[in-house]
């Protein structure tokens, strides 16, 4: 199963379904024409035609999924009851259906739709949008080999791509789903702690995006261990270290641990209420 031959529809083609698009087609993997993209907004389906001429843009879900092969739920969790009843007597048992709906399990979405389903459950992050996220998938009861394949290929159209037990998918959602918020905060504290030093804002701004996107970089393309990094700017009694000591005194990788649980508890609270008050994310 290749993406090249599939008909994608993609169900509320806001932030993260829009990001989706743009990946897919500006990489090659789908032709316009081989996707529907659904939202209610008129002003707003105009505009998604025009960035993507040939994509079937239109308000009405049970168009878009009734010839595709795949269907992306991206709607808001609170909207999702509505969207999957509409949609199910339209969407056949071979139908692909991959959600990013925040705490909605496979098997809810698979018995919302009435069937055996294949479907693969994803928590992606918005660095997607510049083809940068980091996006956990799971599968459902129904889902194959094949359609993990598939739904791999979809979001490697924008960042990279990691399988995880559906059980921590929560942890996931503490981690790299919520994640962004953190290492925007961390650009700021920098951007602010340069300031202090003196820096003009514009330029601390800047020298504090640029180390973390490099210190990321630097990273992943070595794979090295980022301790051994970290030791390798660390020269005996320099600054480096004494900054360290600092962080290391007010407890860092502790507010880590805690604030990554924090946001696990709070997925998992919030997942028992979908479709009732809109989860965060
Ligand atoms: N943002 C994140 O960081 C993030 C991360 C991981 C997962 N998620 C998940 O991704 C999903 C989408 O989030 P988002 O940030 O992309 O939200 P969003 O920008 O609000 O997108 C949702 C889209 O759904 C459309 N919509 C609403 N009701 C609809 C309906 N009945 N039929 C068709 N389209 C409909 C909305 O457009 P109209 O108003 O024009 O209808 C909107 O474009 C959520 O379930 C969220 O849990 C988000």
Same mark, same amino acid.
């Given at each position: ?7 994608? %529809? ?7 379904? *829009? ?11 789908? $032709? /316009? &024409? &081989?996707?529907?993209?659904? *939202?209610? *907004? ?7 035609? @025009?960035?993507? #001429? ?6 009405? &879900? ?14 808001? /969790? ?23 709906? %925040? ?14 389903? /294949? ?18 998938? +799971? ?9 993990? @394949? ?11 791509? $990691? ?16 994640? /962004? ?26 020298? %504090? ?16 261990? #980022? %301790?051994?990094?970290?030791? $390798?700017?660390? +020269? ?9 000591? @600092? ?10 641990? &805690? ?23």
């Amino acid at each position: 199963m290749t993406l090249a031959t599939q008909t994608l %529809a993609i169900i509320g083609a806001g932030n993260i379904g *829009r990001a989706l698009i743009g990946g897919l087609v500006r990489g090659g993997h789908l $032709e /316009p &024409n &081989n996707i529907r993209a659904t *939202r209610r *907004r008129p002003d707003a389906l105009s505009a998604l035609g @025009e960035n993507f #001429p040939g994509m079937v843009c239109t308000s009405d &879900n049970t168009r878009a999924v009734r010839d595709a092969s795949i269907v992306v739920l991206a709607v808001k /969790p609170l909207s999702a009851p509505h969207v999957l009843s509409e949609i199910r007597p339209h969407i056949g048992t071979d139908t692909l259906i991959v959600s990013v709906l %925040a705490g909605l399990t496979t098997r809810a979405i698979a018995q919302a739709l009435g069937g055996e389903h /294949p479907v693969v459950r994803s928590m992606p992050n918005t660095p997607m949008i510049v083809d940068q996220g980091a996006t956990a998938i +799971t599968g459902g009861a129904f889902a194959r080999t094949r359609h993990m @394949e598939v739904a791999r290929h979809l979001f490697e159209a924008v960042g990279k791509v $990691e399988y995880v037990p559906e059980q921590l998918m929560d942890a996931v959602t503490g981690l790299s789903g919520s994640g /962004p918020a953190y290492v925007y905060m961390l650009i700021e504290a920098l951007t602010d702690a340069g300031v202090k030093q003196g820096l003009q804002r514009t330029v601390a701004f800047r020298l %504090a995006t640029q180390t973390v996107l490099g210190a990321a970089t630097l990273v992943s393309r070595t794979g090295r261990h #980022p %301790a051994i990094l970290r030791d $390798e700017v660390t +020269t005996p009694g320099g600054t480096a270290i004494a900054a360290i000591a @600092e962080l290391e005194s007010h407890g860092l990788r502790t507010m880590f641990i &805690n604030a990554v649980a924090t946001a696990t508890r709070r997925s998992a609270q919030l997942s028992g209420m979908v479709g009732r008050p809109e989860p965060a994310l």
